[in-house]
């Protein structure tokens, strides 16, 4: 049982908290139940060490059993020693030290069907929100997500929180500018479809079959004009009551559903 | 201009962050100008004073002539006083005391349309959720939302942050007990749609013509048997990833997106 929460190898998990030492290292803390679930059951080629205090392996027996079975390095620890290494006030107990997942542009883009959906988040800088849509993405069935450069580090504790494990469900790549993500997109024949509230398709009107991707701007201004008119159409969600606007993870989700249900009605 | 931090009526503002000093006044505070904006725009009536300071009035002099158009009081207060009054981290200058604005259940009842849409939030706890689902039912044209007893209070300063000005924007009722909602709807006319991942209708299948509400359950645990079973039907958003759920604010959007997109093709 590590007891000691000083102790160097609880300081190098800590220091995950930061992204500088994220991307030197290329790991990431996941923190909580169902982020380690996550990781363990769909990459545990990516987890380097499961930690996790007696109270929370007697409450996830099924997760620590699963990390066992899949060979992975799982230490007893006090529950100081796992608030010391975390960045959230109530880690629940469990995290686990990973490799970052994501892959080149090229290889996110590899496998492709033909109805592929996909959601490019650009600018996007609320980690709650980059999570959020993420989560939705994987909801929706997206093939999927890009993360341009200038967008929030997807390893962010509170973006990894907010995926709830769908982080770990589907092909993600982060950091390609933003006109390489739309012309990689456009050579494989994937229709650019830009959400923003200065669209003037609204969205039970844009055609939404066949290969699309949904490309989503900063929560405060939107997509520049210049990626507007990079994308095939510009798609507003139509807002019926009074209210200003939908916030990003909202609208997101909801162009993401609906391309789904028109997909599957196609299918 | 009001610079004392500490004098009696920066502490009665104050203290409007507690709700049992909500519930004895009948006053909360609206923080930010998207707050104020609406209440000033929308239910001038229930705003009793306004308070902004020079920086904010000079940013946001629309809300502030719209206000005196009104007739409202107007204060010039130093950025100390604003920042003793509200609750959030930054209040962006400017805060309005207002009138709580809810309306018994019979009254947020009175006007509804043949394809009316309500939305139910039962025992919701997490004051964004709240919000947005709030913010997400005006986008979606809702003629009403109910909150039941046992939910976060409407008027914490969280959850009229998350509704960005759209709790101004429709008929609001709260503190009735579920049963008592179900059974004013149902005597109305509305259908009752229980959205729970537990449902056995996906949202694509279900009925969404005419009067219906969508009965939202608590974040974590959905909605009790009891209330299922006061529903004309139990409908789940479709997950079509390895997603294990959608949040309550996703899954309240889709489904009220859906009905409005519904009712919008069936006229």
Redesign the interface.
Known sequence: MLTNPRSDRVKAVRALSRRSVRSRTGEFLAEGP?AVR?AVA?RPDLVRDVYVTPEAAQRHTAIVEAAQAAGLRVHDVSPDVLAAMCDTESPQGIAAVCRVLDVPLHEALADLPPDALVCVLTNVRDPGNAG?VI????????DAVLVSDASVDVYNSKVVRST???LW??PLSVGAPVPEILAALRERGVRLLAADGAGTTLL?DADLSGAHAWVMGNEAWGLPQEVRDACDDVVR???????????L??AA??CL?TS??AH??AR
């Open positions: 169902q996550e769909f959020t989560r939705g993405a994987d909801a929706a069935g997206a709830v494990g769908s469900h589907l039970h969600v139509p807002i019926h009551g009074h209210a200003e606007s939908l916030n993870a909202m989700t909801i559903y789904a249900e599957r009605s």
